[in-house]
């Protein structure tokens, strides 16, 4: 009987999925494109993002074709632009400290979300690490060698270093390292990469199983000194420092190493180290990783497909949970525990720390609310309400604290240079119309009002200044830098703060601001044309003149009136007010016929995040087939094994992919998903509150549209469905069928 049990049980435990084994972190990094995501791991928000670097990497440090120079410990990933790399570790036979003196090819890598490991080439040197919250823990396996050693580099970063194109400015760095505890400290302070302002960052690390036969300091000039225990550079210095440990190895010896960074001080990165890693045990850190990535990925549970589906899923996916940095318990004067380091590595950060302090929410890293606001951010109203609740929480509080809320908040600093609109309006708007508990709305409406009053700012260009200033006044910029696409979005943020406002009972706000949200009109020039279609959105001069830039010219980024993106693209983003475009685009047959052609001649993207909503308007014209097709088009041919359409932008691109492989797809801002044909037969979705929503389909690569839904054995008109709606839980079927007026995917 016993063994019987036994073998059940072994049966049980063999076929337990396990969803983590299904991401592969290369995804968005092997691709010849600018995907530029992190290949190293992480814990769903964690602070800590240990990730091998390399010459000629992008924004992400790395490119899998180069040498590997070492690992730093923070990152970004799939950003246009660079921030972190700092604190750089090498293992090495031997000992070479100058900045290209001790690169490896490399061989055999694991990457997946709770392990990178990596064989470099040229020292035979096995390399493996695993993170948790704030701390990692590495394993280097060295073969016999009488001087190995381990070099750390208190100064290298991304900008600069690898990325020389962001510049960056050393204000001031140490190292220290401890031969009785093999302990090293390093500091920096730096300006550089994507924040505006100058940040710093601790870093305690120890060194474990092994004795040191030599131990010192290094500078990019003079080397190695052996018995120097410290070492400091100043910005006049232009010095890369650091410090070095060598030893003797046996062959196959393994040598632990374990460090946490800090915000703060060298005493919080001692806690946070001590709190979460507090033994040697390498392999019990995987396990307690990959536990937590299951349990977080497992949100989503998806049956057919083949396994490259599975894998391009799981990998977006947990793209979406790493989108920006929880570190909450990176505070001054917050005392932390095992139990509080546990309960922060399974994504529950506790309400108060080890001396019973209350801990505010504090979410770090959040690259730019003009990516997340479209697809992230209500990503996590679906799968993830205690996230959303403690970001907005935390939103609420530099809002309180600082004075605003500006599109780009990392490394604890304010980036003020507005990509878009005041798009946290856009997030605000949507937890409120989707009921979320837990918010004092009023506080949030101060935000809000805040930013429709004071705010809807946007960017001089050089002979019009103040031209941004005049957006109340006229309903429109004048042309100047993102003057159209900065219009269109301020007419939505202002439709957003109307919606809340109307629904505490602010009501002359509430007018005030519907009003202005019809202001995108000003911009709509019935003579602009282009493909045969006349009416476009078009840039508009002071004296009320149109600009006429043509409609199938690409816009780049920080240089046109149009960011990052065609007019034939930026024509379609209304969200708030689609029937009254359609009027302008001649009605639903001339409307859905022209955005077919933007589409079929690559005029209109639908790629990149201004384009992510413009499919949609398919179904608003009562086509939602083309919708289908087109999300499945964009699927089918811009997300691979290697990677995405464009820079990943810290969850956006993996959420947009992770809701059309769903079959749902958010307005941001509203309460509301448009339907398409799912890619897989099935899907659990673990909702908010307890409740199970599950995806029915015959799915299959010709199936890419919808023929009839149901929800909860009732049918479904119109392609929508609330947040409510989905939130009671209970399967939503859908039949699909082929696309019938288009010959292929």
């Known amino acids: 009987m016993l063994t019987t049990i036994l073998l059940l049980l072994s049966l049980l435990l063999f076929n337990i999925f396990h969803p983590s084994d299904c991401v592969d972190t290369s995804v968005g990094v092997i691709d010849k494109g600018a995907s530029n995501c992190v290949i190293g791991p992480m814990l769903p928000y964690g602070s800590i993002n240990p990730s091998p670097q390399s010459r000629k990497g992008t924004s ?37 400290t100058g900045l290209l003196d001790h690169e490896s090819a490399h061989r055999d890598s694991i990457t997946k979300p709770y392990l990178f490991s990596t064989t470099l ?51 001031e760095s140490s190292s220290e390292i401890d031969p009785e505890s093999g302990t090293v400290r390093m500091m920096i302070r730096m300006k550089g990469g994507w924040p505006e302002e100058p940040y710093a960052l601790w870093c305690v690390a120890r060194i474990g199983g092994v004795a040191f036969s030599e131990c010192g300091s290094w500078d990019s000039e003079a080397g190695p000194e052996k018995g120097r225990l410290s070492i400091e550079a100043m910005p006049q210095d232009s010095l890369h420092i650091g410090s070095y440990a060598c030893f003797p190895t046996t062959e196959g010896q393994q040598v632990l190493l374990k460090l946490a960074v800090s915000f703060v001080s060298f005493e919080q990165a001692q806690m946070l180290l001590d709190a979460e ?33 599975r894998t391009i899923f799981y990998s977006a996916l947990y793209r979406f949970f790493t989108f920006a940095h929880e570190r909450s318990l990176d505070r001054e004067g917050v005392k932390v525990n095992r139990r509080i380091a546990r309960r922060a590595m399974m994504g529950l950060a506790p309400e108060k720390d080890a ?7 504090y979410w770090d890293d959040n690259y730019a609310l003009w990516d997340t606001f479209r697809t992230v951010y209500p990503m996590l109203t679906l799968l993830d309400e205690d996230c959303w609740r403690a970001n907005m929480k935390a939103l609420i509080d530099r809002f309180e604290t600082r004075g605003g809320v500006w599109d780009s908040f990392v490394a604890g600093t304010d980036r003020k240079a507005d990509q878009g609109g005041n798009d946290v309006d856009c997030i605000i708007a949507e937890g409120y119309a989707k009921k979320i508990k837990g918010i004092d709305w009023e506080r949030a409406y101060a935000i809000i009002k805040h930013n429709a009053d004071n705010m809807r700012l946007g960017h001089d260009q050089e002979g019009d200044e103040g031209a941004h200033l005049r957006y109340k006044e006229l309903g429109w910029i004048p042309t100047c830098l993102m003057s159209s696409s900065q219009t269109l979005e301020f007419a939505y943020n202002d439709w957003c703060a109307s919606q809340i406002a109307a629904g505490l009972g602010h009501n002359k706000d509430a007018s005030k601001y519907f009003e202005r949200s019809k202001g995108w009109i000003n911009l709509w020039n019935p003579d602009l044309e282009s493909g045969g279609y006349k009416g476009f959105i078009d840039a508009r001069n002071s004296d009320g003149s149109f600009a006429f830039i043509p409609p199938e010219k690409w816009n780049g980024s920080w240089i046109s009136p149009f960011y990052e993106g065609k007019t034939w693209t930026y024509s379609y983003y209304v969200p708030h007010d689609i029937p009254k475009l359609i009027e302008l685009m001649g009605g639903d047959e001339k409307f ?61 691109m993996g959420s947009w992919y992770v809701f059309c492989a769903l079959g749902l797809f958010p307005n941001a801002g509203q309460d509301f998903y448009y339907l398409n044909a799912p890619k897989f037969e099935s899907a659990t979705i673990s909702l908010p509150r307890g409740r199970k929503l599950i995806i029915k389909a015959n799915a299959s690569k010709e199936n890419v549209t919808i023929k009839s839904v149901r929800l909860r054995g009732k049918p479904v008109e119109g392609f929508k469905l609330t947040h409510e709606e989905l939130l009671r839980g209970g399967t939503l079927e859908m039949e699909l069928a082929p696309m019938e007026s288009k010959d292929e995917i």
């Open 355 to 361: 001396a019973r302090r209350p801990i505010r929410p």
């Open 277 to 309: 890693i507090p033994g040697w045990n390498f392999d019990a850190s995987v396990r307690r990783a990959r536990m937590v990535w299951d349990r977080t990925l497992s949100s989503v549970k998806v049956k057919g497909g083949s396994d490259e589906d």
């Open 60 to 96: 992400d440090g790395y490119k899998p074709t180069e040498p590997i120079r070492g690992f730093g410990q923070l990152h970004v990933s799939g950003t246009g632009w660079p921030t972190y790399g700092n604190f750089l570790i090498s293992p090495q036979t031997g000992l070479a």
């Open 121 to 171: 080439e040229r020292y035979g040197i096995g390399v493996e690490v695993t993170p948790a919250h704030y701390s990692a823990i590495y394993r280097f396996t060295y073969p016999a060698c009488d001087r190995a050693s381990i070099v750390f580099d208190a100064v290298h970063s991304i900008p600069g270093d690898i990325f020389p194109k962001a510049k960056k400015t050393l204000l």
């Open 592 to 652: 859905v016929e022209r955005l077919n052609y933007g589409y079929e001649h690559r005029l209109t993207e639908y790629d990149n995040e201004p384009g992510f909503l413009t499919l949609r308007a398919f179904t608003e014209a009562g086509h939602p087939e083309y919708s289908s097709f087109w999300a499945h088009h964009l699927m089918n041919n811009k997300f691979t094994l290697k990677g995405y359409p464009d820079n990943e932008d810290t969850g956006s």
